[in-house]
């Protein structure tokens, strides 16, 4: 079950966190994975770990909020058969804690560089008689979370791009849905605490992690788990939903 033999996915941002385990995941199950990332260099932990493994993977240096380099790199990848939109980026503040440049910066990543990947991809999942596409979208999609006015106006134009391309190509066999993880732990959530709770860490840890109400974050492996199931074959029944992972997050915390 769940096997992705002679598919081709592409993931952005697969070179570290959730994207990483996605990339690594979907080559065991036997996808051809093209990661896109910044830099190649950024790619090369995921690309070497696949490669350890007799998988089969390529990485893109691009910039997703660069319809150019985007269109350019999905030409040179060609005809594929899966996209995980995943690349991103966050922003901590309140509406009026977010400067102009920061907000466009993360509506050019989060919400334009999923456009951007979506407007060259359709084409390409075409040539191959349909396909794919996850969207990572966030539970800051679903309820109030402090401190994220940018980061949470993203992923709902994220999760709303979500239901208008699943309705759109319906009928050319392209399947859409969305994933909203709670909090993950990843690098990033390990950098982030470090830079703003100096000699706190494991206090912020702690507290992060029981704002969950299964009482710990989720794991990369986890969501990885479902983007799989929803990409496979067996999962074709399902389009223009919304996943949330959330370890009890949205119905729980009350």
Same mark, same amino acid.
């Given at each position: 079950?769940?096997s992705?033999?002679?598919?081709?996915?592409?993931?952005?941002?697969?070179?570290?966190?959730?994207g990483?385990?996605?990339s690594v995941l979907?080559?065991?199950?036997? =996808?051809? !994975?093209h990661?896109? *990332? #910044?830099t190649?260099?950024?790619?090369?932990?995921?690309v070497?770990e696949?490669?350890?493994?007799?998988g089969? /993977?390529?990485?893109?240096?691009?910039?997703?909020?660069?319809? *150019?380099e !985007?269109?350019?790199?999905f030409?040179k990848?060609?005809n594929i058969?899966?996209l995980?939109?995943n690349?991103?980026i966050?922003? /901590?503040?309140k !509406?009026?804690t977010?400067?102009a440049?920061?907000?466009?910066? !993360?509506?050019?990543?989060n919400?334009?560089g999923?456009?951007?990947? #979506? &407007?060259?991809?359709?084409?390409? #999942?075409r040539l191959?008689?349909?396909g794919?596409?996850?969207?990572?979208?966030?539970?800051?999609?679903?309820?109030g979370i402090?401190?994220?006015? =940018?980061?949470s106006?993203?992923?709902?134009?994220?999760? =709303?791009?979500?239901l208008?391309?699943?309705?759109?190509?319906?009928?050319e066999?392209?399947?859409?849905?969305s994933?909203?993880?709670?909090? /993950?732990?990843?690098? &990033?959530?390990?950098? &982030?605490?470090?830079?703003?709770?100096?000699g706190k860490e *494991?206090?912020? +840890?702690?507290?992060? $992690?029981?704002s969950?109400p299964?009482?710990?974050?989720?794991?990369?492996?986890?969501?990885?788990? #479902?983007?799989?199931?929803l990409c496979?074959?067996?999962?074709? &029944?399902?389009?223009? $939903?919304?996943?949330?992972?959330?370890g009890? +997050?949205?119905?729980?915390n009350?």
């Open positions: 079950m769940f992705l033999q002679n598919k081709k996915a592409v993931v952005t941002g697969g070179g570290s966190g959730i990483k385990a996605i979907f080559a065991k199950q036997g =996808a051809e !994975v990661i896109i *990332e #910044l190649e260099e950024s790619a090369k932990t995921a070497e696949i490669q350890a493994i007799g089969k /993977v390529f990485s893109h240096a691009c910039n997703v909020a660069n319809q *150019e !985007v269109l350019a790199t030409e990848i060609g058969n899966i995980i939109n690349a991103g966050a922003h /901590v503040g !509406v009026d977010t400067p440049a920061v907000f466009d910066r !993360v509506m050019d990543v919400v334009k999923v456009y951007n990947c #979506l &407007f060259a991809a359709i084409p390409q #999942l191959s008689n349909g794919v596409i996850i969207n990572m979208a966030s539970i800051a999609a679903w309820v402090p401190d994220r006015f =940018a980061y106006t993203a992923k709902g134009a994220v999760m =709303a791009m979500t208008s391309v699943a309705k759109d190509y319906i009928k066999n392209i399947r859409c849905n994933i909203s993880p709670a909090r /993950v732990h990843t690098p &990033f959530v390990d950098g &982030f605490i470090s830079k703003n709770y100096a *494991e206090e912020m +840890f702690e507290k992060l $992690s029981q969950q299964i009482g710990r974050m989720g794991k990369p492996d986890e969501i990885a788990a #479902l983007a799989l199931y496979s074959d067996e999962a074709g &029944f399902i389009t223009g $939903s919304d996943y949330p992972i959330d009890g +997050f949205i119905k729980l009350n």
